[in-house]
């Protein structure tokens, strides 16, 4: 198994405003991947998170909007940029383990509040 | 689409009974996962089944997968109050990449 974490777990932002959140990964992965869950919704694939390159985004997503960064195998982030209530949701990281497991962990999420 | 459809989208049970949940896919998988998500929380990863099998266990957890019928079910056995959970199934086949499509859940309530 995995030990994802992801700061900062939770904040209350001002619209307009951005804010970026780091997922670190304890073990050797290949794939990261950052999802949305909007309130009282299930989970949406925002982006691939490639590492050393631009990240892959999911229709109805843009690096504008979401710029990812993966400098290494095992760290990412997500930012959020030029927020609004809308953007109101659990932001999580997963990621896939590095010898052959499909198995995909998650962080706890970060929950994200704009006012 | 890779997307679980999880059936029913609530289970409300008492403690010590039984819990079943159904999973419907429409492609081919290379296996099949269970998460569980206790409220606002992250996704904790129960179990996966893969497309050469038809039953796994974990614990309390036994899942069974019958890909001629593209489905799949969760079972949960003795409930305990801390198996109140929203429980989604997911799948990454074919030429997903890794990539995970989530449906809506089960909504599991266990009342002491």
């Known amino acids: 198994s995995a030990v994802i974490s992801q700061k900062p777990s939770r904040d209350i932002c001002q619209r307009g405003t951005s804010l970026t959140i780091q997922c670190q990964v304890d073990?050797?992965?290949?794939?990261m991947f950052w999802y949305r869950q909007q309130p009282g919704q299930s989970l949406t694939l925002i982006a691939t998170?490639?590492?050393?390159?631009?990240?892959?985004?999911e229709s109805g997503f843009v690096i504008d909007k979401f710029p990812i960064s993966r400098p290494n195998l095992t760290f990412s982030t997500l930012t959020v940029s030029n927020m609004s209530p809308e953007d109101s949701s659990i932001y999580l990281c997963?990621?896939?383990?590095?010898?052959?497991?499909?198995?995909?962990?998650f962080g706890p999420g970060t929950r994200l509040t704009v006012l | 689409s890779q997307q679980g459809e999880e059936d029913p989208q609530a289970l409300s049970i008492q403690e010590g009974e039984n819990a079943t949940m159904n999973c419907s896919y429409k492609t081919s998988i290379n296996n099949l996962q269970w998460y569980r998500q206790n409220s606002g929380r992250g996704l904790v990863h129960l179990i996966l089944?893969?497309?050469?099998?038809r039953e796994k266990h974990s614990g309390r957890l036994r899942v069974t997968l019958d890909t001629s019928k593209k489905s799949s079910s969760l079972l949960i056995t003795a409930s305990r109050a801390a198996d109140t959970a929203s429980y989604f199934c997911?799948?990454?086949?074919?030429?997903?990449?890794?990539?995970?499509?989530f449906g809506q859940g089960t909504i599991l309530t266990v009342h002491p």
């Open positions: 073990s050797q992965v290949t794939m």
């Open positions: 089944i893969r497309s050469n099998e």
């Open positions: 997963s990621a896939r383990l590095a010898g052959g497991t499909d198995t995909q962990y």
């Open positions: 997911t799948n990454a086949g074919g030429t997903s990449y890794g990539k995970l499509t």
């Open positions: 998170a490639n590492q050393g390159s631009e990240a892959t985004y």
